[in-house]
């Protein structure tokens, strides 16, 4: 979510016809307990905003638990002041989480979708449930995929008979379904192949490479640990595949990433995943939880370069239609125009 707004910022840094953006964040650094003072703050900067007219609109990213209630709050308080809200929804668990809640507490949540000129969503399911479990106006609803900047980093394909190169970047965890990627690693499709994985993210990372050893994969994964979007670019660029196992997912940026690096992806198809990209044409779908799957993708991609290659030239093509950063930009810009100005276009 956070790199979804600093992608934003890019864009409108890059093109003089979309609005200044002014960042504010009301979770702040360090621990939780932290932050109701950076939620203040929140609240007062967005006033004097207003209150000085220098503030023509307030963009929300939100995304599960803690985010939902503080920028529920920031969104509640920027009606009470009469300022233009676009909430841009970016959750994966909200669906299941929302269930879970008391009568009262859905009702909040009604009441804070509501409150939004525009709601933006990263695909149909998400359309679906604030149209029919939330009650927003179905006019009010916007489906936005995520744009990404282009590849920083050229594709560097290995000269020679290399390992197959296979990448996981993302936090380790089991949500991202990466014990089902170490269990496939280790299935008998592999065995014939030379390949190493990399896997690079936060988390118990310790957890995971004890499962590693257990397996008798050490030798052939490494983790990197936490890596900043620079040195992803880098590994995304000296990398044969991505690979995305996950149980639930929005729009991974990462899949969008290794679309413009020209990386062939395997994934699951959850989230809006399975609405903007095809199987077989643009990357290789596995269920979530089937190891023996996933194994048999990896070792078919491994072993086919030219389906590599194949779903790579696709991919590119795919991210220059739909998910530039330009495109990006523009397509928010005008959900602003529409949904708050009535159509008057934002200026600088």
Known sequence: ?????????????????LPVYVPIDPRGPGHAILSPFYVCAALARMSLGAWRKEAALAHFNVGDHGSLWRKGLLILWARLIRLPVVLHLHATKLIAYYAGLPAIMKRLVRTIFRSANCCIVLGGMWRDFLTKEIGVDASKVVVLYNGVPRGQHPRQVAAGSPPFRILFL????ERKGVSDLLAALAQEPMSGLDWHATLAGGGPIDLYREKADRLGLNSRVTFAGW???EEAGKLLAASDTLVLPSYDEGL???????LTTGVPVV???????????ENEKTALFVQPGDPAALAAALSRLGRDPHLGERLAHAGLALYEQ????E??????????????????PLHR
């Not at 993302?170 to 965890?173: E, F, H, P, R, T």
């Open 1 to 17: 979510m956070g790199r979804v707004s600093d992608y934003l910022l890019q864009a409108a840094r890059a093109d003089a016809t």
């Open 170 to 173: 993302g936090n380790l965890m």
């Open 227 to 229: 890596v900043d979007q």
């Open 252 to 258: 991974p940026l990462v899949i969008l990433e290794a």
């Open 267 to 277: 994934c699951t198809p959850v989230g809006a995943i399975p609405e903007v990209i």
């Open 322 to 325: 739909e998910f530039s950063l």
């Open 327 to 344: 495109t990006f930009g523009a397509r928010v810009s005008a959900i602003y125009g529409k949904y708050c100005f009535a159509g008057r």
